[in-house]
């Protein structure tokens, strides 16, 4: 079976995929299960991009899909949540009240998308250093987020920070280079019974490797992790399940024999 658990649509600021364009794409891609993880990035400081999440129209709408489409495909209700250090109490009492409120998520990813309140998205977190020291300041921040909120499932796009970096060259995750930072980080994950994806959207955007590369899966496995789960990161229909048959591979070939799906944030393992 395949399951997208990434994948973001209109309720996502940076995505205009109408719903159920994508629930209609992963029919036909032929997965059996798919959640939504729309974007929550409180506190977002490019006034451009509208990075909050309007929960109750949100999840009425999953539940319609649900309903609509329950023979052909199971839909899940996730949210990929954007850390930042200052926001682990925010955070605690929003995923609090979504539960108590009526709003059960049956996914949560925790992401770092800013660095001292720069997306490394944008070139300009490049410019202000070297990019060892961008990789390296970027998993910094990641470790600080963690220990600053853990109520997430998986911890998504690892190595994320290097996607957009502005030169080519840049664009490969060397874990030996950060080896030390990064098991630090798969550490904490594992000690706190957290996951981690592996995000095909670096494939997406022309990297020879997936988010994490394939050292870092296998490191996280190595290390004891065994929470994986399947994301293609789509903010258009035609890139959800993006090449998920090679993912299989690589996570095959990294020691996994399992994916994991969730549901009301209970894990459940899948062979690969
Ligand atoms: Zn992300
Ligand atoms: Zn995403």
């Known amino acids: 079976m395949t399951a997208d658990y990434h994948l973001h649509s209109s309720f996502s600021g940076d995505s205009q995929t109408n719903p159920e364009d994508a629930v209609r794409a992963g029919i036909e891609r032929g997965l059996s299960l798919l959640c939504f993880t729309d974007h929550f990035d409180p506190d977002y400081p490019y006034p451009e991009v509208f990075m909050e999440l309007d929960v109750p129209a949100y999840v009425s709408e999953i539940r319609k899909l649900q309903a609509l489409y329950q023979e052909q495909i199971e839909i899940r209700l996730g949210a990929e949540l954007g850390i ?3 926001l682990g109490e925010f955070l605690r009492s929003w995923a609090g009240d979504c539960a108590s409120g009526g709003y059960p998520f ?15 998205y944008y070139p300009d977190y490049w410019e202000a250093r070297t990019a060892r020291d961008a990789v390296s300041r970027y998993l910094e921040a990641t470790l600080e987020n963690i220990r600053a909120f853990d ?4 911890y998504g796009h690892l190595d994320y920070v290097i996607r957009y970096a502005p030169r080519t060259e840049d664009r490969a995750f060397s874990y030996a280079a950060h080896a030390e930072q990064m098991d630090a980080i798969l550490r904490l994950l594992i000690e706190k019974g957290k996951g981690i994806e592996i995000n095909t959207g670096g494939w997406k955007a022309g990297l020879a490797e997936t988010n994490p590369c394939r050292d870092v899966l296998r490191r996280y496995r190595e290390l004891g992790g065994e929470i994986i789960t399947m994301g293609s990161d789509a903010h258009t229909p035609e890139y959800i399940g993006y090449r998920f048959a090679d993912a299989k ?6 020691g996994f024999r399992y994916f994991t799906v969730f549901r009301e944030r209970r894990p459940a393992f899948m062979r690969l």
Do not use: M, N, W, Y
Not at 106 to 120: A, N, Q, W
Not at 249 to 254: D, F, G, P, S
């Open 84 to 86: 930042q250090p200052h």
């Open 106 to 120: 049956d996914f949560l990813i925790g992401s770092t998308h800013l660095v001292d309140r720069l997306d490394p």
């Open 151 to 154: 109520g997430f499932d998986v």
């Open 249 to 254: 591979e690589v996570l095959k070939a990294c």
